[in-house]
């Protein structure tokens, strides 16, 4: 056992566990908001479901917009700086849902933070490629899994310990520490966290272009894959917990520690998962995901047509406990790939197309899916399913054109 647990030593360099210790400030704030957002505007400010749920997925439209500008940024100017930057738009962003009283006001919030989030993706997976060797680079966007997640199961059960619909003003505090993190990474990252050196490498050599990424047919197979997976899987996390209040009778707390749970299962299972998949086929892997997302959400229904409240509760639970196995499956595969694709004088680039990806996905599924939640509760989780299993034909047909060298997760040599 003793022998297997150190096995599972990412052996990361230091800047490498600095830059996750800030993203752990980060994802907690994140944690406090992200399963209450829905609420909030639907429950507090009175705004519908659809236009919540366009509110919500305005933040992904604009980094859609905003990724590529920071790709090309990063790329000229280095992570690190353009990190810093979205930071600061996230913080104001955030800061400003306090005081939304009407929809163009969420609107409004909703553009800054979309700001903040195309920038944030980009430059921090550019930050971990730029300073971990290729071979511990699935080790290290794992433990990046692991500590996002970490984040945002603890600050879902504070937020969920916070804000309750009783007290409107609860809903303020989530917001305003959620703000105050980013700033926390913000010190963390220009206090211990250097720029690798390739950054300085690359303004030397010939400038690219986005069409010479698009040109790379397998990397766009990847995108329109992970795109399916994140429209039908991670965005229903912005509908799940407003399904579960309204019709299933699950109280906030009980949210908060629902959340937990795919939290748990997640810090548990992501190190040995990625482990695991070291020598497999990555594409067989994102099939096996599929498969495990949608048994997931084909539970959810059960919660509000067959149990309510506490049991409800659970079952959600044991649903998001599921849900994180197949989550571990995509953190073992998606980020490392990705890397492993790139051009390296590109590779902002690449990371900012891949941020695009999830940023589709996020906008289309909450402002898709807040109107069919609002026509068929139940039946927008069995949509969500069946897409999930789309996804899992659709990796195994791409296999193929993935080149044979990043076919397989490496086996990463012991630290």
């Known amino acids: 056992m003793r022998r297997y647990l150190r096995s599972l030593d990412p052996a990361l360099p230091r800047s490498v566990y600095t830059l996750q210790l800030g993203g752990l400030f980060n994802a907690f704030g994140n944690g406090m908001v992200l399963p209450f957002t829905f609420i909030y505007l639907h429950n507090v400010r009175g705004m519908g479901l659809g236009t919540v749920g366009l509110i919500v997925g305005t933040n992904a439209a604009v980094s859609m917009v905003a990724g590529p500008v920071f790709g090309t940024l990063v790329d000229r100017l280095g992570g690190r700086h353009m990190l810093a930057a979205s930071l ?19 609107f409004l919030a909703s553009t800054v933070t979309g700001i903040g989030n195309g920038g944030f993706w980009p430059a921090q997976s550019t930050l971990i490629a730029g300073l971990t060797l290729p071979e511990r680079r699935p080790a290290a966007y794992a433990l990046q899994r692991v500590v996002a997640n970490l ?12 804000a309750t619909t009783d007290r409107p003003r609860s809903f303020d505090v989530l917001f305003l520490v959620d703000a105050a993190t980013f700033l926390a990474y913000l010190v963390v990252l220009y206090g211990f966290v250097p720029e690798p050196g390739t950054a300085a490498r690359q303004q030397h050599e010939r400038p690219g272009r986005y069409a010479d990424v698009i040109r790379h047919r397998a990397f766009m ?9 994140i429209f039908a899987g991670f965005s229903g996390f912005e509908l799940l917990t407003v399904y579960a209040k309204n019709e299933a009778d699950v109280s906030e707390t009980a949210l908060g520690f629902v959340f937990l749970v795919n939290t748990i299962v997640i810090v548990l299972t992501q190190l040995p998962i990625a482990k695991l998949a070291q020598g497999h086929r990555r594409m067989r892997t994102m099939a096996l995901l599929g498969v495990v997302w949608a048994a997931s959400w084909l539970l959810v229904p059960l919660a509000g047509l067959w149990v309510t409240g506490v049991a409800a509760a659970f079952l959600l639970a044991f649903a998001m406990g599921v849900f994180a196995l197949g989550e571990c499956l995509h953190g073992a595969v998606q980020a490392p790939l990705v890397a492993d694709l790139a051009e390296p004088r590109l590779i902002g680039r690449y ?6 990806s999830w940023q589709i996905g996020f906008t289309a599924g909450p402002a898709i899916g807040g109107f069919a939640l609002s026509l068929s509760p139940a039946g927008v989780w069995i949509a969500w399913a069946a897409i999930c299993l789309l996804g899992s034909a659709a990796s195994i047909m791409l296999e193929p054109a993935i080149p044979a060298g990043a076919r397989r997760t490496p086996v990463a040599a012991p630290a």
Do not use: D, K, Q, R
């Not at 600061?88 to 969420?106: S, T």
């Not at 984040?151 to 310990?161: P, S």
């Not at 990371?351 to 695009?356: G, N, Y």
């Open 88 to 106: 600061l738009f996230l913080a104001a962003g955030f800061a400003f849902f306090p005081l939304i009283h009407h929809p163009w006001e969420g």
């Open 151 to 162: 984040g945002i199961g603890l600050g879902a059960v504070a937020g969920g310990l916070i």
């Open 221 to 229: 197979g990847v995108l329109a894959l992970n795109t399916v997976f």
């Open 351 to 356: 990371m900012a197309l891949s941020a695009l």
